[in-house]
T-cell receptor, first 115, second 109 residues
Framework: GAGVSQSPSNKVTEKGKDVELRCDPISGHTALYWYRQSLGQGLEFLIYFQGNSAPDKSGLPSDRFSAERTGGSVSTLTIQRTQQEDSAVYLC?????????????FGDGTRLSIL | GQNIDQPTEMTATEGAIVQINCTYQTSGFNGLFWYQQHAGEAPTFLSYNVLDGLEEKGRFSSFLSRSKGYSYLLLKELQMKDSASYLCAVYSGTYKYIFGTGTRLKVLA
């Protein structure tokens, strides 16, 4: 597609369940970012991928969060044993090569609600 | 620490001019971005500043003063469709972007 695609757009699940969020970046973009956006908060950086490698995982909130990227394209963010504080919008963004003066192109996000 | 401050909310009238300020204190600075985000939608890129001065792009302009840690986004000839949140983000280096909480702009008829 022409833009960054995320799925599902909405996810409601019970506390303690695992969830998997998917991001399809713009074709040819080597850099991929995951952010979390909570109500009234700025975008919180979670993880960055350059190709399939994640040189910066410093933003992952806990060891319940993990992410991978395959084929330099699709990325999945997995949250294990979800907690209510995980409720937020999870945004994915990609850029051509990462860093510097390159704008990020964002997907519409996945709205995650933990009951 | 890393900190970006923006006003939470602003209101302006259709056809008017509005200035949205952003101040930042970050451990590194390699450029500042402005994004627009309509409710429930993805943020979209508006402007980028890395040198001091004004960058103009149609109805939108963005200004940067690195010595003051300050930027503003200027929107002219406001339209109803400009009602959105405006996010200020600093690229601090090493692929890390720091975002402000955003300014929610309401444009009134």
């Amino acid at each position: 597609g022409a833009g960054v695609s995320q799925s599902p757009s909405n996810k409601v699940t019970e506390k303690g369940k695992d969830v998997e969020l998917r991001c399809d970046p713009i074709s040819g973009h080597t850099a991929l970012y995951w952010y979390r956006q909570s109500l009234g908060q700025g975008l919180e950086f979670l993880i960055y991928f350059q190709g399939n490698s994640a040189p910066d995982k410093s933003g992952l909130p806990s060891d319940r969060f993990s992410a991978e990227r395959t084929g330099g394209s699709v990325s999945t963010l997995t949250i294990q044993r979800t907690q209510q504080e995980d409720s937020a919008v999870y945004l994915c963004a990609s850029s051509l090569t990462g860093g510097g003066n390159q704008p990020q192109h964002f997907g519409d996000g996945t709205r995650l609600s933990i009951l | 620490g890393q900190n970006i401050d923006q006003p939470t909310e602003m209101t302006a009238t259709e056809g008017a001019i509005v200035q949205i300020n952003c101040t930042y204190q970050t451990s590194g600075f390699n450029g500042l971005f402005w994004y627009q985000q309509h409710a429930g939608e993805a943020p979209t890129f508006l402007s980028y500043n890395v040198l001091d001065g004004l960058e103009e792009k149609g109805r939108f302009s963005s200004f940067l003063s690195r010595s003051k840690g300050y930027s503003y986004l200027l929107l002219k000839e406001l339209q109803m469709k400009d009602s959105a949140s405006y996010l200020c983000a600093v690229y601090s280096g090493t692929y890390k972007y720091i975002f402000g909480t955003g300014t929610r702009l309401k444009v009134l008829a």
